[in-house]
C-alpha cells in the first residue's frame, strides 16, 4: 500500500531518526517547517499581462494566492527602485506544505529532462534545502500548449535541523532523488 510522505514522515522517518541520530524526544526530530516558492519577475515587469500570467501559474503550483516582493533598495545598474515590484512568492505550511512536497517528489522532478538527482550541496548548514527549477513546465497541473513564456523558480524547504548531516538524511528517507557529491 502506498503511504503518503506525510505518513511516512510519521511513521518510518521519525522513529529511524531517533534511532540513528540518538533523540530523546520526537520533538528534537528534524521536521519540514515551510515551502517558499520565489519567482523572479525583473525581466517582464514592464508587462503587467506576462506578471498577472505569472501569479496564475503560481496560484496553480502553489495551491494559493501569492505575495509580490519589493526592492528594499534602488539600484541603477538592474534599472530598479525602492519599492518596485521585483517578485512573487508563496509560502506554505500545514497540509498545502505536504500537498506540494508530495507532489515536487512523486511528480515533477521525475518530468526535469536528463535528471541525474540533487546534489547534496543543495543542502545547507543548517539542513535546508535550496534548488532553482528551470521550467515550470515540469508540473502535473500545468498543460504545455497553454504557455506563453516559460518561468523558472527558487524553492526553499526550511527545516529545524540543526546541521547539513541531519538534513540530508531527513531528505533521503521522505524520497528525494539526492545524489552524492563528486
Known amino acids: 500500500m502506498y503511504?503518503?510522505?506525510?505518513?511516512?514522515?510519521?511513521?518510518e522517518v521519525v522513529a529511524e531518526m531517533?534511532?540513528?541520530?540518538g533523540f530523546k524526544s520526537t520533538q528534537q526530530v528534524p521536521r519540514i517547517e515551510k515551502v517558499?516558492?520565489?519567482?523572479?519577475?525583473?525581466?517582464?515587469?514592464?508587462?503587467?499581462?506576462?506578471?498577472?500570467?505569472?501569479?496564475?501559474?503560481?496560484?496553480v503550483i502553489a495551491g494559493q494566492k501569492p505575495?509580490?516582493?519589493?526592492?528594499?533598495?534602488?539600484?541603477?545598474g538592474f534599472k530598479i527602485r525602492e519599492g518596485q515590484e521585483i517578485g512573487i512568492k508563496a509560502t506554505l505550511r500545514g497540509r498545502r506544505k505536504w500537498d506540494?512536497?508530495?507532489?515536487?517528489?512523486?511528480?515533477a522532478i521525475p518530468r526535469v529532462r536528463d535528471f541525474q538527482g540533487i546534489k547534496e550541496s543543495a543542502i545547507d548548514a543548517s539542513g535546508n534545502f535550496n534548488f532553482g527549477i528551470k521550467e515550470h513546465t515540469i508540473f502535473p497541473e500545468i498543460l504545455a500548449e497553454n504557455v506563453k513564456n516559460i518561468v523558472g523558480?527558487?524553492?526553499?524547504?526550511?527545516?529545524?535541523?540543526?546541521?547539513?548531516?541531519?538534513g540530508l538524511e531527513l531528505f533521503r528517507m521522505l524520497g528525494f532523488p539526492l545524489v552524492k557529491k563528486n
Open 100 to 107: 506540494f512536497i508530495e507532489k515536487l517528489v512523486n511528480s
Open 36 to 59: 517558499v516558492i520565489n519567482v523572479g519577475i525583473g525581466k517582464f515587469i514592464k508587462d503587467s499581462a506576462l506578471v498577472e500570467d505569472v501569479k496564475k501559474t503560481m496560484i
Open 3 to 11: 503511504k503518503s510522505i506525510k505518513e511516512k514522515y510519521n511513521t
Open 18 to 21: 531517533k534511532k540513528q541520530f
Open 153 to 166: 523558480f527558487q524553492i526553499n524547504i526550511t527545516t529545524t535541523a540543526k546541521t547539513q548531516k541531519e
Open 67 to 76: 505575495v509580490m516582493t519589493q526592492a528594499k533598495k534602488s539600484v541603477a
